[in-house]
């Protein structure tokens, strides 16, 4: 059996980082992402904002095995990771959720976060325990038995982010966790995400259009438009950043 703690790459370094060097991204005529550079660290939420359309999504995409990088590199500590496959990134601690669930929908919410735990190495009992844990933590205990496919999409994305860490990441990327929540919601979803360093000793890079939330738990943020970086600095900064406020009034 294959023990998930020696199969992630943070070993004994301490210091892991996933990293995008000057990452080009291109569909046809569009470059989606544009020479981006960025380094998420172990312990730290890095919001990642900007309007419909930026790259958000297919920076993610590269930083996690989905896409492949035109130009540039994506790096985990010192290995070069463009162009391995998702399965890669999940096996040596980069998780993700998607916009949309993505999960099992005729199978149980527990199922759902369990297999991914048996993916990495963890016995059924273990993996069933520790799925419990992470839906007891998320507030959705009461919804284990549930088949994934009759969840409300608000629940279906926590239950989505409950699936990312039950691998026992170094690293997640969130891809809007709160898009279509109220405000007790969102609430909720700021508790979950700034616990997840602490509770889970990873790295967060989260999406999010919500302001408030992105504010309200991000230490630094990294704002793209059409591709490119144009803003990156701790909430304050980028809020006053006149580039930033004209991007957003240009696009909404
Ligand atoms: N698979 C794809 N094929 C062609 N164009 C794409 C594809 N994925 C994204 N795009 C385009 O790339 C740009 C960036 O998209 P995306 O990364 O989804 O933006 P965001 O997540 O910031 O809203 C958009 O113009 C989008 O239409
Ligand atoms: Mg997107």
Not at 24 to 40: C, K, M, P, Q
Not at 56 to 83: E, I, R
Not at 203 to 228: A, Y
Request: hydrophobic fraction near 40%.
């Amino acid at each position: 059996m294959t023990n998930a703690s020696t199969e992630k790459a943070s070993g004994a370094t301490g210091g892991l980082t996933l990293e995008a060097r000057q990452v080009s991204v291109r569909f046809e005529g569009l470059t989606a992402v544009d020479t981006v550079d960025e380094t998420l660290h172990p312990g730290e939420i890095l919001g990642l904002i900007g309007p419909n359309g930026a790259g958000k999504t297919t920076l993610v995409n590269a930083m996690t095995g989905f896409q492949m990088p035109a130009d540039g590199q994506v790096l985990l500590g010192d290995k070069v990771a463009s162009g391995l496959k998702p399965h890669w990134f999940r096996r040596h601690g980069v998780a993700r959720t998607f916009q949309a669930g993505r999960l099992f929908r005729d199978m149980p919410v527990s199922e759902n976060i369990e297999i991914a735990a048996v993916s990495m190495g963890l016995s059924r009992r273990k993996a069933h325990a520790h799925a419990m844990e992470l839906l007891e933590w998320l507030g959705l205990a009461d919804r284990a038995e549930t088949p994934a496919g009759v969840l409300p999409y608000t629940d279906e994305r926590r239950v989505g982010i409950a699936r990312a860490l039950a691998v026992r990441p170094d690293f997640v990327l969130l891809d809007e966790p709160a898009a279509g929540m109220s405000d007790l919601e969102c609430d909720e979803m700021m508790r979950v995400v700034s616990e997840i360093p602490g509770k889970f000793g990873c790295g967060v890079l989260l999406i999010e259009h919500n302001m408030r939330v992105i504010m309200g738990v991000c230490e630094r943020i990294h704002v793209l438009d059409s591709g490119r970086t144009i803003s990156r600095g701790t909430p304050d900064e980028v809020q006053k950043d006149p580039a930033v406020i004209k991007a957003y009034l240009g696009h909404d």
